[in-house]
C-alpha cells in the first residue's frame, strides 16, 4: 500500500489549527463575566469543577473535525503498485534420437538417459517459452506439442525409452516433424534443438531437405553430435551370458549437422561426455533468451469519504455535548 494525495497543497490548511489553538487559549486568559452570587464560596467551587475544565473538549472536537476536513480535502489515496508484463516468447522443439545406440554408455549413465536430464534442466530453466517435444528413431511423431505446461513436458520426457519405436535413424523425418510444429508459430524466434549420435539412415525425407524446409519457415536448429571419438561400450543382453559389452563405432554424421545448423543460422556442438552436455544446453539456453518488457503501474482508490464520515460523526458528538452536558446557559 502505496501513501499517496491528490492534492497535497491542501495540508498547507492544517496550518490555521495550531493558530486557532493559540487565539483560544489567549482568549480564555482574558475572558471575564459577571454573575451575582449570595456567597462567592459557592462560585469558586463551580469553577474548580471538572465540567467547567472538561467544556475545553469542546474546542479539541471543534479542531479535529478541522483536520480531518482538511486531510479530506487533499484527497488521500491508497495505491497498489503492480506490473504489466509483456513478453515475447520463444517456441523450442527438442528433437531427440532414440535409436538403440544412445544406450551406448561414454556419457553417463547412458546417451538417452543423460540426454534426458540435461534436456529435463533445460526446460525447467525456462520461462514464458512454449517447448514441444518430437523423438525419432526408425520413425518419428510428436511426443509432446507447444505447451507452456512445463510439468507435461518433463513428464513426457521421463517417459522416454529406447525401444517405444522401430530402430534405426530417422534424422530427416524427426527434423521434419519438428519444422511441422513450428511452422504456424507466431512467436519471435522458432528453435529446434536435434540431438543424435548417428546418420540418418531410415525415412522419406533427409536431413538437409528437412534443413531447407526449416530455412523457408525462419526456424533455427542448433545440432548436437553425442557420442565420444573412436569407439564407446554398448550393452547387449545375451540370453544364455545375460549382459555384456561389446565396442561400437561412433559414427556421427557431422558434416550433415554442421550443415543444417549453419543454413538455419543455428550452430553446431559436439557432446563427448555429460559436462560437455550440459554446457552446451547451457549455452543455448543463454543464446535463446526470452524478451520481456515490464511495465510498472500503481492503481489508487479514493480515501477522503474516510475522514469525511469521521469528522462528520465528531461534529455529531461535538454538537451533541455542546447541548447536553456542556450547554450554556443562557
Partial sequence: MLPHFANPQGLFFLCIVPLLGFWYFKRQEKREGTLRFSHLGFAKEVYKTSSVQARHILFLLQM???SLLVVAFARPQSGIKGEEVITQGVDIVLAMDISSSMLAEDIRPNRVEASKQVAAEFVKGRKNDRIGMVVFSGEAYTQCPLTLDYGIVLNFLDQLYVGMIEDGTAMGMGLATAVNRLRNSEAKSKVIILLTDGRNNRGEIDPITAAQAAQAFDV????????????????????????RYVPMQVDIDEESL???AEMTG????????????????REIDSMEKTEIKVTEYTR??????????IAGLVLLGEIGLAHTRFRKIP
Avoid at 533455427?220 to 543382453?237: E, F
Avoid at 556442438?269 to 559436462?275: N, Q, S, V, W
Avoid at 489508487?300 to 464520515?309: D, G, K, N
Fill in 64 to 66: 479535529l473535525v478541522l
Fill in 220 to 243: 533455427r536448429i542448433y545440432t548436437i553430435g553425442a557420442g565420444t571419438r573412436g569407439t564407446a561400450m554398448y550393452p547387449v543382453d545375451d540370453p544364455f551370458w545375460g549382459r
Fill in 300 to 309: 489508487y482508490s479514493e480515501l477522503f469519504y474516510y475522514f469525511v464520515s
Fill in 258 to 260: 554442421r550443415k543444417i
Fill in 266 to 281: 543455428g550452430k553446431y556442438f559436439r557432446a563427448t561426455d555429460r559436462k560437455q552436455l550440459d554446457s552446451i544446453y
